[in-house]
C-alpha cells in the first residue's frame, strides 16, 4: 500500500508557555497549532516537561501489565461501568466505520492505494486497554454521567498496585498539562479566548489509556490492530511507541500518513468533541494501527536487543474530554449560524454524545 512523505507541523509548546499569548512568536504557534488541526486533523508538539525517560517506565509497567494470563487481566474489568475505567480485555471493541455509511462513504472516495486495511467484517480489534484517571479536582456538583465518571481500578496483583498511581498518576499529569496546553494554544490560534476548551474541559474524565497489541499472536504483517476509526473525545494526545504501525489521514489530502512521534515530541490528534463545537472546522482525524514492514522489522530487533521482554505494542495514549455535564453544541464564532451545522452537529450534553459513541463501538449496551 502506498504512503507518502507528508510531514505534521510541529507546534512549540514552550514558547507559548515562556512568552504568553500576546507574543508575536507565541502567537504564530497559535495559528500553527490551529491550522495543524483544520488542515490535518494533528500535530506534532514540543513540551520539554514531558520527559522520555518516564515514558520508558510506563511502557515497562504496562508490558508486564498486559503479560499476565486473560484469567489476572479480566479481574480488573468493568463492563457495567462501560469499560470507562480499568482493563478491556482483547476482541471487545468494534470499529464503528464498519457499519457506519458516512464513515464506509470516506473510505469509498480515498485513492485505493491510501486506503485503510479493510474492516468491512467488522471484527472486534485484537487489543486490550487499561483506563485510569489521573488525580483531577471533583467536580462540585453530582454529575448526570456517574458512570463516565467512575473511580479508578487499580491492579489486584501487588507487584503493580505498589507503584500504580505513582507511574500512571505522574506520566498521565504530564501528558494531560501537555494536551491543554495544546488546547490553549488552539483556541487563540482559532480566534477564541485561550481558556475557552480549558474551561469546557474542567472535570472532564480524561483518561491516560495505554492499548496493548501482543505481538507473540498478532504480529503477522497486515494484521489490524485498531481498525479505521476517530477518537470520541476532544483531544488525543501520544507519545513514541516502541513499535511503528500508526498511520493517520490528513483532511486535505486524503494521504495514508505513517506516523512517527520524534523523541522529545508527542501527537495531538483531534476527536469528535472538538469536531461538533466547532461545528466541522476542525474535522476528527481518521487513523488505524496495524502490523507493517516497519513493525515486524522492529519485532525481529526486540527479540535480538531484549530477548527477555514481553513483545507487546504499547500505545502511551492519553484521551482529553469536555466535561461529561457541558453543553455540546457548535460555537457561532467558529461555526457561523449555518444551519447545516446545527443539523449535523445536534445539540446535547456530552455525556451523552460519548455514550452514543460507546454504544457504536461495543462497549455500552
Same mark, same amino acid.
Given at each position: ?19 504568553g499569548e500576546n507574543d508575536a512568536a507565541a502567537l504564530a504557534e497559535c495559528a500553527k497549532a490551529a491550522d495543524a488541526l483544520v488542515t490535518f486533523g494533528a500535530l506534532i508538539v514540543r513540551d520539554s516537561r514531558v520527559h522520555d525517560a518516564d515514558n520508558e517506565t510506563f511502557l515497562d509497567l504496562l508490558e508486564d501489565y498486559f503479560a499476565q494470563p486473560e484469567p489476572a487481566l ?129 472535570? =472532564?474524565?480524561?483518561?491516560? &489509556?495505554? !492499548? @496493548?497489541?501482543?505481538?507473540? %499472536?498478532? /504480529? +503477522? ?114 461555526? =457561523?449560524?449555518?444551519?447545516? &451545522?446545527? !443539523? @449535523?452537529?445536534?445539540?446535547? %450534553?456530552? /455525556? +451523552? ?13
Amino acid at each position: 500500500m502506498a504512503t507518502t512523505a507528508t510531514t505534521l507541523p510541529i507546534v512549540d509548546l514552550d514558547v507559548f508557555r515562556a512568552r504568553g499569548e500576546n507574543d508575536a512568536a507565541a502567537l504564530a504557534e497559535c495559528a500553527k497549532a490551529a491550522d495543524a488541526l483544520v488542515t490535518f486533523g494533528a500535530l506534532i508538539v514540543r513540551d520539554s516537561r514531558v520527559h522520555d525517560a518516564d515514558n520508558e517506565t510506563f511502557l515497562d509497567l504496562l508490558e508486564d501489565y498486559f503479560a499476565q494470563p486473560e484469567p489476572a487481566l479480566k479481574e480488573d474489568e468493568r463492563p457495567e461501568l462501560g469499560y470507562q475505567v480499568g482493563v478491556t480485555l482483547e476482541n471487545t471493541e468494534k470499529p464503528k466505520c464498519a457499519v457506519d455509511e458516512s464513515c464506509l462513504s470516506i473510505i469509498a472516495r480515498l485513492d485505493p492505494a491510501e486506503r485503510p486495511l479493510d474492516i468491512a467484517g467488522h471484527h472486534p480489534d485484537p487489543k486490550c486497554r487499561f483506563f485510569y484517571r489521573p488525580k483531577q479536582d471533583a467536580p462540585p456538583y453530582a454529575t448526570a454521567f456517574p458512570g463516565l465518571n467512575a473511580e479508578n481500578v487499580v491492579p489486584r496483583d501487588p507487584r503493580f498496585a505498589a507503584v500504580w498511581h505513582d507511574v500512571l498518576g505522574r506520566w498521565g499529569s504530564s501528558m494531560k498539562n501537555a494536551v491543554e496546553g495544546v488546547a490553549e494554544m488552539a483556541a487563540v490560534g482559532l480566534g477564541l479566548p485561550r481558556s475557552t476548551f480549558t474551561d469546557a474541559g474542567k472535570y =472532564g474524565p480524561h483518561l491516560l &489509556a495505554p !492499548t @496493548a497489541s501482543d505481538l507473540r %499472536k498478532y /504480529g +503477522e504483517k497486515d494484521t489490524i490492530l485498531a481498525g479505521f476509526h476517530t477518537d470520541l473525545n476532544f483531544l488525543t494526545i501520544h507519545a513514541a511507541s516502541r513499535y511503528p504501525g500508526l498511520h493517520i489521514w490528513a483532511r486535505n489530502t486524503g494521504k495514508r500518513i505513517p506516523v512517527a512521534v520524534p523523541r522529545g515530541h508527542l501527537l495531538v490528534q483531534a476527536g469528535k468533541q472538538l469536531e461538533h463545537l466547532s461545528g466541522g472546522r476542525v474535522k476528527a482525524g481518521f487513523h488505524e494501527v496495524v502490523v507493517n514492514e516497519r513493525t515486524i522489522s522492529t519485532i525481529e530487533r526486540r527479540k535480538q536487543e531484549h530477548p527477555d521482554r514481553p513483545l507487546i505494542r504499547i500505545s502511551s495514549t492519553f484521551f482529553w474530554h469536555l466535561n461529561s455535564d457541558y453543553d455540546l453544541r457548535p460555537l457561532e464564532t467558529l461555526s =457561523g449560524k449555518e444551519a447545516d &451545522a446545527e !443539523t @449535523a452537529y445536534p445539540a446535547m %450534553k456530552v /455525556g +451523552e454524545q460519548v455514550q452514543m459513541e460507546l454504544r457504536h463501538i461495543a462497549l455500552m449496551a
